[in-house]
Nanobody
Framework: EVQLVESGGDLVQPGGSLRLSCAASEFHSTSDCMAWFHQAPGKEREGVAAIWRGGSRTYYADSVKGRFTISQDAAKNTMYLEMDGLKPEDSAMYYC?????????????????????WGQGTRVTVAA
């Protein structure tokens, strides 16, 4: 199993920015798909963004396109999520996952219960 540790969550005002980090114990950037998910209270976990092929390919949920940017630094075994133009509806726990099936990432079609590698999450709260 890949050990994952998220960080960077905070309380921020609407319109603000945050950068989340996901540090991985192993990193196979050329073959792995890694992704960010979020889960608001009482709601299901949803895919937000994914990255594969060493960072050359990405996927974004419609709700974050143009506002969030996913990236990775193989030298640091770390994936990032730059979040700009934050909205109250972005408030959630944010989780990263690794070693995801490429087809899931390409299609943005997620099988949450099947994924084995999760971090503990980092909380993002967007409020005035």
């Amino acid at each position: 199993e890949v050990q994952l540790v998220e960080s960077g969550g905070d309380l921020v005002q609407p319109g603000g920015s945050l950068r989340l980090s996901c540090a991985a114990s192993e990193f196979h950037s050329t073959s792995d798909c890694m992704a960010w998910f979020h889960q608001a209270p009482g709601k299901e976990r949803e895919g937000v963004a994914a990255i594969w092929r060493g960072g050359s390919r990405t996927y974004y949920a419609d709700s974050v396109k143009g506002r969030f940017t996913i990236s990775q630094d193989a030298a640091k075994n770390t994936m990032y999520l730059e979040m700009d133009g934050l909205k109250p509806e972005d408030s959630a726990m944010y989780y990263c996952s690794a070693d995801l099936p490429l087809d899931d990432c390409k299609k943005g079609s997620w099988f949450i219960d099947e994924y084995k590698n999760w971090g503990q999450g980092t909380r993002v709260t967007v409020a005035a």
